[in-house]
């Protein structure tokens, strides 16, 4: 019987209590890749981490900027870097199409070519293919499917995702998952999953025979929708093989939030404590808090950079449009307790004139800012789990902050 | 008779050699402003000089970068700055329709909503009124117009449009002009260069009246198309009065580029030589040599960085379009005599990747590299001044460069 078949019983939890884990260095010999968690909530799964890469140290819990195209949206590296972050997410489906593995090659890596020192995670493609491209047709072998750009055919497999990946240089490399849109009949969901997990095998041989330990590390992924017993079956068939890193895929993407984070609690205590839990495109500030209490070590969203393109900003009373007329003379700084170049250089009316007059600067000082915001959460989650009063910070997030939307917003 | 009719003979100059300005610092007493010519070419009329504003000293030849919505598109005042910019200009007509007067007041003026605080040049409007807005009609007593932006009735007059620009507290004024597209013919020019002087007294009244000079400097602005008459007759009505400097306006609007540098050879030594000389609308690193060579002082236009945002980017042998295919492989700096931040952190393939996907970052770094450029050229122009060896520099820089156009980029 498949370990996917729904189970008869309650879902059993593995060993994810925080407590077990000791806070030490958790570094394979040889590999390029280490994993420490050092320090844990006492009432939550909350904890901090390092995780550390050839390219440098990152603190958990650590959100990472998308970098879609081989940048992040109006910024430079730097100033990415300044924000605060760490770690950028750059997508394989985009950079394979443009501008190619040749040219990245020959540019001396991605890392190179766009400017960034620090880590870089490279999603599989998987994602764009299915909500993306064209005429994505899977396949045991792999997926064919057909540039959003041109319409020329292309095809992804278990084996070229690892290639390409490590072929440009990422530092952490994401098996190539199968994942199904919602709504979904149960049979599309766990026949998904079930490839995800034999594309898995196929990402771990792959990796392994192309040397990747040496200079990277390979995450898999857990699928499984919304289906408890499927969530939990993958999660325990991922807790067993040879990753560096758990991701949690296929959530946040339009569920309600209660249902993401029923899903996260069944999920993350499965998955082996002693190495980083990764929830993929999940990216509002209330979702990172939701999701550090359960346990989560890493996160990615286009979510920051993409509202801040739309005028929609982060404060710490929830997040404003900006181009809604109460700011157009408002002369102070939108959140007067971020230190973010938008907020300590120029007033609220300020970029509400550069909404309103569709000015470019505009687009660049929001997306700084929500970043910015966004990074200023992290840091006070990774101080507030030190400081062992992680549930108080979270409370106090919460009865200030007001999301807008009641879904998550992906 | 009217000083615009048709001169029945050659044109005299007037007493422009640069050889008469003596290298003194030519300030008026309680005013806020002063200009000096500190050295001058041997070989042609170009001439060094410094302009002081309350907000600080301007090196000349200069070129003054357009802030169009009180914003450089793409950057931060910051950036503008580094680049080596010193005194920007922004335009009237867009500011008093978006924000407004009332909103940059409350702001405390326009520098402190923009966070540029280096001088600021505005010009009157007229010329956004002319060429972008609707139903532009012209009274003696002013110009009626309809916003671009929502077709809302508005009227601009020159006593209003040195209101504005003192209200917002511009470091220099340009007094409202009347200008008309080419083809016109020479009824219309005549009448609007006519209009232009009528006008620059009232301004010259207003300018008086609302204290101008504590605060500011009035410049005035020849016209009379491509009429050598008209020209000659509109510099010498502009060099008699009371202004503290002289724009050359209705130039750089398409006519081809010897009829540009005809009638500046024409209006310049008209012009007083203890005056700054404003050519309005130029900015083409050619054409910035050629009106240096031709004693002025002062320029602006949004080309450069119009071009950057459609990928065309200046380099000492001439313009290049960033999309071409030939950059998508050319992983060096795509200008290695260049120091700006786009030639010094990323590669030409880089920024040919930007552009092919259409991401804005590579807006921002074309923007900053052509204002670089341009910014360097000034140098360039200066320090061979300074050196007594402008006419080599002029050709040697002329020798290289290949300008795209054969006509005026304006």
Known sequence: MSPFAPAAGKPQHGCGDAADVAPSVHAEDGTAFAFAVVATDMTSFARRGVLTTRRGAVQTPAFMPVGTQATVKTLLPREVREVGAEILLCNTYHLMLRPGLGTLVAAGGLHAFMGWQGPI???????????????????????????????????????????????????????????????????????????????LDRCIDAFEDQGGKLRSALFGICQGGMDSALRTASARALAEVDVAGCAIGGLSVGEPKPVMAEMLELVA????????????????????????????????????????????????????????????????????????????????????????ARELLGLRLASLHNLRFLARQMAAIRASIDAGRFGTAHASFMDRYRPVAATVAG
């Open 121 to 199: 995670l490279t999603d599989s493609g998987g994602f764009q293919i299915f909500s993306l491209a064209g005429n994505a047709r899977v396949r045991e072998s792999g997926v064919t499917f057909r540039s959003h750009i041109d319409g020329s055919p292309h095809h992804l497999d278990p084996e070229t995702a690892v290639a390409l990946q490590l072929g440009w240089g990422s530092d952490i490399v994401m098996a190539l998952d199968h994942l199904v849109g919602l709504p979904a009949e149960y049979e599309a969901v766990r026949d998904a999953t079930e490839r995800t997990h034999r594309w």
């Open 269 to 356: 205590p499965i998955l082996p404590p002693d190495k980083p839990r990764y929830l993929m495109g999940v990216g509002s500030p209330e979702d990172l808090w939701m999701g550090a209490a359960r346990g989560v070590d890493m996160f990615d969203c286009v979510l920051p950079t993409r509202l801040a393109r739309n005028g929609a900003l982060f404060t710490p009373d929830g997040r404003v449009n900006i181009k809604q007329r109460r700011f157009a003379d408002r002369h102070e700084s939108l959140d007067s307790e971020c230190d973010c170049e938008a907020c300590t250089g120029f007033s609220a009316a300020y970029l509400h004139h550069l909404f309103r």
